[in-house]
């Protein structure tokens, strides 16, 4: 095989440690499944061993040992298959699968037009279409919902976000802390029924609009455009609603529990925000680290704002509740 470009060390590196980290992770998840997922865990080992010493060939690299960063990810993800067993450990094939295609798409768009196209592209076609063949055999079928994953976050973000501001508001305005606990849980309550209510509305609204297009095309004998089954309004409503409840409730639970100060808050809503924005990242491919920069950058934001505005509205209105 001819030599990759030489500028391409990181990305052959981090190429090379990811294959080594599925692999590694797959051969500790098979301690620990049993019945059909272990069947494909011995499926997917040597496919994973294939492409692991592909890519070192290919990068002219050779590493043994995962880093510590991915070391840990690793601990992490075999304690949580240990958990919640099967489904944890379908779900954490899933995500590798999932986050593997969106990383060499990216390979690919740098390959495809040079000499070493046509490697690539063998290799990428195994990825994509063996790995995702084994992996969705026990269950038939995806189940990380795209869907579901946007309502839970949109949810869990807006609850924390939304409601760690406004208790950060609320501090900044009242002197008594019964006055902040109340007037934070009013805004939960209210807000979840607004989010439940604006996504059970924008589904439905979807839903008529494709039935519409649907009816249109048949009375026309136009071929129907193909449309994947979306989730159901009322579900998405509840996951939506259901979501922001429990990121409203940790802003406000410090303040519950006889927190003073907004400090206890803030520390507690920026663990969940990083644990949480982690969680769902692996789920659907995301970027980690942006993601949870992107969110804590959002909370600061919100929370600085919304003080100052309860300071002013301190200083001018003379509150003082």
Known sequence: MQDAPAGNAQLGRRLVLDELFDLSLY??????????????????IPIETRHYEFWQQFFGL?????????????LWLVGLARVFGAPGIHLILEAIEVFGVRKYLAVWRQYEHGPLGAAVRGIL????KHE????????????????????????LNDGLVEILGAVSGFF????????????????AVAG???????????????????????????FLGEPEAAVEAGASPIGSGIWVGASYVLGAVVP??????????????????GGVIVVVSAIL?????????????????????????????GLLAKSIWGISV
């Not at 050779?62 to 690793?74: P, T």
């Not at 993601?291 to 100052?308: H, Q, W």
């Open 192 to 218: 979840a029924l607004s989010m439940g209510a604006g996504a059970y509305l924008a589904g439905s609204s979807e839903a008529e609009l494709r039935d519409t297009e649907t009816r249109r095309r048949r």
């Open 132 to 155: 995702d063949t084994v992996v969705m055999a026990e269950h038939g079928g995806r189940q990380i919902s795209p869907q579901r994953i946007r309502d839970i976050f949109l949810g």
């Open 27 to 44: 051969r500790a998840l098979r301690g620990v499944a049993g019945g059909p997922l272990r069947a494909i865990l011995d499926e997917l």
């Open 281 to 309: 990242a692996f789920l659907s491919g995301m970027d980690v680290r942006r993601r949870i920069l992107l969110n804590l950058g959002i909370i600061a934001a919100a929370v600085a704002i919304s003080y100052v505005i």
């Open 62 to 74: 050779e590493i043994a040992r995962l880093d510590l960063a991915r070391r840990v990810k690793l």
């Open 252 to 269: 406000v639970l410090p303040v519950a529990f006889g927190a003073r100060s907004l400090l206890p808050s803030l520390f507690v809503a």
């Open 172 to 187: 900044g305005a009242f002197a008594n802390v019964t006055t902040v606990l109340i007037a934070g849980l009013m805004v």
């Open 125 to 128: 076609e195994d990825e994509f």
